[in-house]
């Protein structure tokens, strides 16, 4: 609308100049023609009355909402300027006005159009995400065929084909084939990740190497993309502190605009020069329209969350994004948070004679058809070390451990239970590494030659996030005062995964054995402190605790409670998010200072010149050149929020490929 009716005026307003006394005393004298004074007035009605009719519509709202602001101001200085202009034209003033009134249209409605193209673009994160997703997708017909159907027409459960460098047009699950899909529209992670029979894949992202079947598990509005369209748009739409100091500061800058306009029309017609208080007036309320400053803040916001979009942050509530640029203390839940929420292989020890793959290969084995966890662990820790062995005859001994019989000989395994049933004693030689493993707080299990001989014992741990150290490093590097870890497991547990992620002792806050309804109350106990704490968390009994922290961060893989409760949401499971949150939030905290100082410190200057001041000394600013001054500001404003593009918010370097890690005789994990 802004760029339609700023062409028009444009060309109505060139007319307007080239017959006025501007380009007279410029160019010379303009070839005089019938109707050549009619040219200002009804064409600079038209542009009055066209052109500014969205400012004077927008000056009427204010008025009727009590709530004056930027339109208000640009109506009456447009208003103003043209009841002078029709003054001048019946002969009350000497003025030739016209040219002014329409320039001043013109240059208003051309800084409005940048100032909207600046905020659409920056909004175009929302355009963006929806078109990660296809308009047809290949749905499975019963018979096997398969036919194209619009995505708008997908139901949940009906099972669809991706090939290779397709789009996933809806939320599900892979119910045939394994693809690397390439996920970084939705978590910010640039690596591909596979997926298989049983995984769930999420709409938008891409099958890059080969082809799956999927069942569809939400359609429409359901999707994860759509929340994460939800999310942005609301975050984009709310208000933080910035934006209410700057609404309340254009507030106070119409009455200051509005008592200096008074004060010039007094004086300048009390000292005989009523002509020049007109100018004087149009030109103070001119260079007081708050265009810098009523996009200082909302520039910034919707550049950040973009920004933040595109990186796999999804900013659900603005303050919450404001205030960790001040957090204190980050407090992050341990399971599937710092840890991968998965049991891994990290240690093996054999007796004299056996050796570590052939344990390996042997407890497998046994564990093949157990479906435990750690059973699970064993089994995947085996295959690079020649897999398991084939047995027969598996039976669970429920409490204790499993057994199964290998080439006609019966092994079992299992933890210290299984040896205190079996009468077995753990040898010398497995005794020391499997207590030191113990008290770092590993599962320990056996394979025992039945009916008592100890062959192996294992370590098994949750592993902890490669990139969980980094995460804490990067927030040590930015001034955060204490890093905590709450869990409920047990103290070794607890106190060997923060000594593996670094943790100093006397500084950084370990919280073990804490039960999920208490969660929040360690939160509390930290803001008692006095500090202003961030909550990381994933899971639904972390969601007390996210809505109590003073920012509550939840990680994309977890589960719809806790990421309700949060107010900023990492979709990737990577905890090096948390660090740049706090990135984001101090650089757009920063901008968002900048440019209200700058818009505040141009009406500061500008309002006293354009009132006249220094007119003695021969400085004065017509409306025009207050227009044009007021645009700058505008756009000294937009080009330093685009400045936010620039901020880094990926990691500081790929992670380290996953993998079993081998502690020997160590400390687990």
């Not at 590097?477 to 103290?491: E, F, H, N, P």
């Not at 044009?628 to 918010?649: D, G, H, K």
């Amino acid at each position: 609308m802004f760029r339609r009716r700023f062409w028009l005026c444009l060309a109505l307003t060139l007319p307007i100049v080239a017959t006025s006394h501007v380009a007279t005393d410029w160019l010379g004298r303009f070839p005089e023609f019938p109707g050549r004074s009619l040219v200002g007035p009804v064409l600079g009605s038209v542009v009055f009355w066209w052109g500014g009719w969205p400012f004077l519509v927008g000056a009427l709202r204010e008025l009727r909402d009590r709530a004056p602001g930027m339109m208000l101001l640009i109506g009456m200085a447009i208003s103003v300027a043209y009841a002078a202009s029709l003054a001048t034209s019946v002969g009350a003033f000497r003025l030739d006005f016209w040219w002014e009134l329409a320039a001043l249209v013109t240059i208003m409605l051309l800084g409005h159009w940048q100032e909207m193209r600046a905020i659409g673009q920056a909004r175009g994160a929302l355009a963006a995400l929806a078109a990660l997703l296809p308009d047809e997708a290949e749905r499975v017909r019963p018979d096997g065929d398969t036919e194209r159907v619009p995505v708008a027409g997908l139901r949940v459960g009906d099972v669809l084909l991706v090939r290779p460098g397709g789009r996933v047009p809806a939320d599900g699950q892979v119910v045939e084939g394994a693809a690397e899909l390439d996920e970084s529209m939705i978590t910010g992670e640039s690596r591909p990740v596979v997926r298989s029979a049983g995984d769930r894949v999420v709409a938008g992202t891409v099958a890059t190497d080969s082809a799956v079947r999927l069942e569809v598990g939400a359609v429409g509005e359901e999707t994860t993309l759509a929340g994460i369209q939800r999310m942005v748009a609301e975050a984009q739409r709310s208000s933080g502190r910035a934006q209410v100091l700057a609404d309340r500061f254009a507030a106070w800058l119409f009455y200051v605009a509005a008592a200096t306009a008074v004060v010039t029309v007094l004086v300048w017609t009390v000292i005989g020069r009523p002509g020049e208080a007109v100018v004087r007036t149009v030109t103070v309320l001119v260079i007081a329209c708050p265009h810098a400053l009523g996009l200082a803040i909302p520039l910034v916001v919707a550049l950040s969350t973009a920004v933040a979009a595109r990186s796999g942050i999804l900013v659900k509530n603005r303050l919450a994004l404001e205030r960790m640029r001040g957090v204190d203390a980050v407090l992050f839940d341990k399971t599937g948070t710092l840890t991968r929420g998965e049991h891994v292989l990290t240690g093996v020890a054999t007796t004299a004679g056996t050796g570590e793959d052939d344990a390996l290969r042997l407890a497998a084995g046994v564990e093949a058809d157990s479906e435990h966890p750690l059973a699970r662990a064993v089994v995947a820790a085996a295959g690079p070390h020649g897999g398991a062995a084939r047995a027969a005859g598996f039976r669970s001994l429920p409490g204790r451990g499993v057994q199964a019989t290998i080439d006609g000989t019966e092994y079992a395994v299992g933890g210290p239970a299984l040896l205190r049933e079996l009468g077995a004693d753990l040898p010398a030689e497995l005794d020391a590494t499997a207590g030191d493993w113990a008290a770092h707080g590993a599962a320990v299990l056996h394979l025992v030659r039945l009916p008592r001989t100890v062959l192996a014992a294992f370590a098994l741990a949750d592993e902890v996030r490669p990139e969980a150290r980094e995460a804490i490093a990067e927030l040590r590097a930015q001034g955060v005062r204490t890093i905590a870890m709450i869990t409920g497991d047990a103290g070794p547990v607890a106190r060997a995964v923060a000594a593996d992620l670094g943790f100093r002792p006397g500084v950084d806050e370990v919280f073990a054995e804490v039960l999920p309804a208490d969660k929040d109350e360690k939160v509390a106990e930290l803001q008692r402190r006095g500090l202003t704490v961030a909550m990381v968390g994933d899971g639904v009994n972390d969601a007390p605790a996210l809505a109590r922290a003073d920012v509550g961060l939840a990680i994309g893989a977890g589960t719809d409670v806790a990421i309700e409760s949060a107010g900023v949401v990492l979709a990737s499971s990577d905890p090096r998010g948390v660090a740049a949150v706090v990135r984001l939030s101090r650089a757009s905290y920063r901008k968002m200072v900048q440019n209200l100082a700058w818009a505040a410190g141009y009406n500061v200057v500008a309002l006293p010149l354009a009132a006249g001041v220094l007119a003695r000394a021969g400085v004065t600013l017509s409306p025009a050149a207050a227009a044009v001054l007021m645009s700058a500001s505008t756009i000294v404003v937009a080009l330093n929020a685009q400045l936010l593009r620039r901020v880094r918010l990926g990691p500081g370097r790929p992670d380290p490929a996953p993998g079993v890690r081998r502690c020997g005789a160590g400390r687990a994990g």
